[in-house]
């Protein structure tokens, strides 16, 4: 990812490569390429799950994830990028591990980059059963 290195500013399509990058890699469930993508001292602060700090944890959660996600399919949309922080939107859908289930998903991903790396990755997840009806408590 060519950035500006004497400010670390990301451009529009360095940070459209590092989603297109991280989409075909999420697609192919090839968990080692995925952390190559990733600081030694990533923090992550996914949806509801404790914080966690470093690749260690980060791979257990995502080798756990796609125990459960099976044949992910996932879309990223760059919103935007300020400085070396990417903001985008994505969707996905997958085959539940546990029962077959056809499911869908959606959420908000702020990459905070360091060096051609993801340091930070703040995401937000929605998940639900593919076909189903909304299940926030709105009437």
Request: hydrophobic share 40%.
């Amino acid at each position: 990812m060519p950035a500006n290195r004497c400010n670390g500013e990301l451009t529009f399509d360095d940070a459209k490569a590092v989603l297109e990058r991280a989409e075909r890699l999420l697609n192919t469930g090839d968990i080692t390429l995925v952390m190559e993508t990733f600081a030694s001292d990533v923090v992550v602060h996914f949806a509801d799950f404790p914080v966690t700090r470093g690749k260690p944890p980060l791979e257990a959660f995502l080798r756990a994830r796609f125990a459960r996600q099976k044949n992910y399919r996932l879309q990223k949309q760059l919103r935007a990028v300020s400085g070396n922080v990417i903001v985008c939107y994505w969707d996905a859908e997958w085959e539940d591990g546990c029962d077959g289930l056809p499911m869908e998903g959606r959420g908000i991903e702020i990459l905070t980059m360091r060096d051609d790396a993801i340091a930070k990755w703040e995401a937000t997840f929605n998940v639900w059963r593919k076909g189903d009806a909304p299940t926030l408590p709105i009437v």
